[in-house]
């Protein structure tokens, strides 16, 4: 599939942005303190503008906006209906959070407590759902695989306990030592599940042109596409990148979304220079760019199997 | 009613008589314009509802880069009637009736997967062929270009299983060609909506059309009657008779998406002998040859 820039700025800094919230209102749900109602707002606030300006740039990708407001009309059937429902049901309910947190003066009662919980049920449910658009496509095989919406899952808490703990360190001076740990632990095991992803779909299996023309005892190969230029489908369905640089970039992945944070973090412990984990965060935001392009470049969409790939 | 097209790869030219009808109809139906873009410059592109690959198929080589039948790739529905699953009989000419099935035969393995497209190779005919395979909308019955959509855009109708689309709710996310595994959806790029095959919906009820031409433009327009159309829940319908004497078959069934579409295997051809080599005496050749030279 062609990566498409709109989308993976989207999925990549809504995930974070989403992350950055849950982490935000978790932390205050489990501690059951609000610390600096100021700072609050202020890490909601870029949360919430992360999210957005991710939500916004999804409707770029658009042939026909004007429509786009149908979006939320088929929950019960389509999981980008479903995006849409509750990354807006979230609007109201992470408003009132904060709302009802100022005006309470800063202190967690039960009632906010309810509402905490309802807009991080709602958080996780909209990145499920992000998750779930791509795992729910059959035809690409690379995405209909169960490990797809966990690692969206997986990425967007990972990348937020980061932003939480840098908005904390620029904050309030000091890095959370919970949300760290959390993130390293959450890093490594991203780090696994995404190697078992790279594995699972290395396998040959699936569709083949066989398969697609139902000649499946013969040896068939493609003598003409039927057109001499361009088509919708071979534009939006056919894009190799080439093996090596898929390989290349699948290596620039794993430094820039794993070992470079990783050591930065471990260093900023051990040397105690804070600092460093913004630069962590730098290398975990392009390395997620790299991981949601990888996501679109390696993704083989069947119609490929009309256009001349022998499988899937 | 269960309607979709049979396509006989049989007899299909590759012509793109189909779609070129397909086109002219559709723009100008309820769902036109079909755009183009830069119809005349360097690099045109536009929507159609059908295009028409062109596959050499012949006997799968001992190459193992190169994918051959997989058992696994077929689904229960997808298994050929009993009678076709004998094993193939040392007899070619008396099992001639069943051979034309060999083509989309199911691969069990140690059954011999030399005859097929009614070539054989141990006649020592070249063991390929050439197929035009036209594709349009499969009118799926678990078409889930239907349930990602998240306008509601997308419908299919169920009192005939036509898939349609509504154009005034269509945004343009793209999602439901990305879930069609056939290629059958295309977005207009002018209108900046999707586009399929409606199966000439605006055709088919028309009733001041006289009864013979109700029926979808490719259909009406293909030269060898390669196309057929009509209900496939009706047993005694010409679609249903062909698919079942046939062998027709869906594609891509290991998807799940259940095609209503049949594609009719190549029939089984008369098998022409090879003209044989004789050995011919030295003499004799320069006979021949001496007798060219003299001509001249």
Known sequence: MKPAFSVLFFTVTSGIGYGLLMWLVAMQLISGQVGELQNFLMVGFIGLTLATLGLLSSTLHLANPKNAWRAFSRFRTSWLSREGVFSILYYPVILLYAYALYVNGGELNPAIKIIGAVSLLIALATVICTGMIYASLKPIRQWHNPLVTPLYLLFSVTSGALAYSILALALEGSLPYFVMSAFLILLLTSLLVKIVYLKSIGKPEGSTIGSATGFTQAQVRLLDAGHNGDTFLSNEFVFDAGAMKLLRLRWLMIILLFVVPLVLVVATYMFDVAPAVYLAMISLYLGLFVERWLFFAEARHVVRLYHGDQRA | ?296
Not at chain 2, 35 to 53: A, E, F, V
Not at chain 2, 113 to 137: D, E, Q, R, W, Y
Not at chain 2, 189 to 216: A, H, N
């Open chain 2, 1 to 296: 009613m269960k309607l979709g097209l049979v396509i006989d790869l049989d007899t299909c030219v590759g012509c793109h008589a189909c779609a070129t009808a397909c086109k002219q109809w559709n723009t100008s139906g309820t769902i036109g314009p079909l755009s183009d873009q830069n119809p005349y410059g360097k690099n045109p592109i536009g929507s159609w509802l059908n295009r028409i690959r062109t596959y050499e198929v012949k006997e799968p080589s001992a190459d193992p880069r190169l994918p051959s039948a997989d058992p696994r790739l077929l689904s229960a529905d997808q298994k050929l009637p009993q009678a076709h699953q004998k094993p193939p009989s040392d007899n070619q000419e008396s099992s001639c009736g069943s051979q034309q099935f060999d083509l989309y035969a199911l691969a069990t393995k140690g059954e011999s997967a030399l005859s097929f497209a009614g070539i054989n190779s141990a006649t020592g005919a070249p063991a390929s062929k050439t197929v035009h395979m036209p594709m349009s909308c499969m009118q799926c019955e678990d078409a889930d270009c239907v349930t990602v959509c998240p306008t509601g855009a997308s419908y299919k109708r169920a009192e005939d299983g036509i898939v349609l689309i509504d154009q005034d709710k269509c945004m343009g996310c793209n999602l439901c060609s990305w879930a069609c595994p056939y290629g059958a959806r295309e977005l207009d790029e002018e209108q900046g909506v999707m586009k399929k095959c409606t199966l000439c919906v605006d055709r088919i009820y028309d009733e001041k059309l006289p009864e013979s031409e109700r029926q979808p433009a490719c259909v009406l327009s293909c030269p060898t009657s390669s196309r057929v159309f009509g209900d496939f829940d009706d047993p005694s319908s010409d679609v249903s008779r062909l698919t079942i004497e046939r062998g027709g078959k869906g594609l891509m069934p290991e998807l799940g998406y259940k095609p209503t579409n049949r594609y009719l295997p190549p029939r089984e051809t008369a098998q022409v002998p090879a003209m044989a080599k004789t050995k011919q005496p030295a003499l004799s050749k320069l006979k021949k040859w001496a007798n060219r030279v003299i001509a001249r």
